[in-house]
Structure formats: C-alpha cells, structure tokens
C-alpha cells in the first residue's frame, strides 16, 4: 500500500514559500510544491495569475467565516476539495471551464459542505 504514495516525486512534497502581497500587506506563503501546482492549475483556468486567486479566497474567506484562521491549511483544503470535485464528476476536468462559471449550488448539491 505505502509504495503508492512513498513513489511520488520528492519535489512534489518540497515546501516552498512565496511572497506575495495580499492587499498592499507584504506576507509569505510556505506550501508543498504539489499546492503550489493545484492552485497554478485553478487560478489559470480563470485567468488569473495565483496570487489573484489567493487574494480572491482570502477576501471571499472573510467575508463569509469573517476571519482567516489557518490561512495555508484552508488552501491545501481547497486544492484537495478541487481535486475530489473533479474525481466526482462535479468540476470538469476540461481546464477550459472556468471554475468561475460553474453554478456553485449545482456543483456542491447534496455535499455536506
């Protein structure tokens, strides 16, 4: 069992950290390079560069938990959580679709969220 993951390339679990502004606010990021390439792929499917997705899931995290605890952990779940939607058929893997298009309720009906 263990062979399935102790097979997986040792740069895609290497940290990185990225600086990134967030607002004017100067901050740093440290992800596996596995999180970094998952968000590459997201952000690119709306055109966006990553730091304007992270900055969009920040603003979007406030305004409805109303504040960012565990800031990176929300961001592995994210690119876990897109990863298992397109598994499940409910995000097109087509990377032409912009996640940004899709009808969120539709995507997330009869998920516990």
Known sequence: ?????IRASEQSYTPASRSLRLHGV???LRLEQLFWDVLEEI????????TQLIERL?????????????????LRVCCLRYQLLQAEG???????????????RAVLEGLAV
């Not at 069992?1 to 993951?5: D, G, R």
């Open 1 to 5: 069992m263990c062979e399935i993951f």
């Open 26 to 28: 100067a901050t740093s």
């Open 43 to 50: 952000a690119s499917r709306d055109g966006m560069r990553v």
């Open 58 to 74: 920040y603003d979007e995290l406030i305004a409805y938990r109303g504040e960012a605890a565990n800031f990176t952990s929300f």
């Open 90 to 104: 409910r995000i097109p893997r087509d990377r032409a679709v912009p996640i940004g298009s899709l009808d969120a």
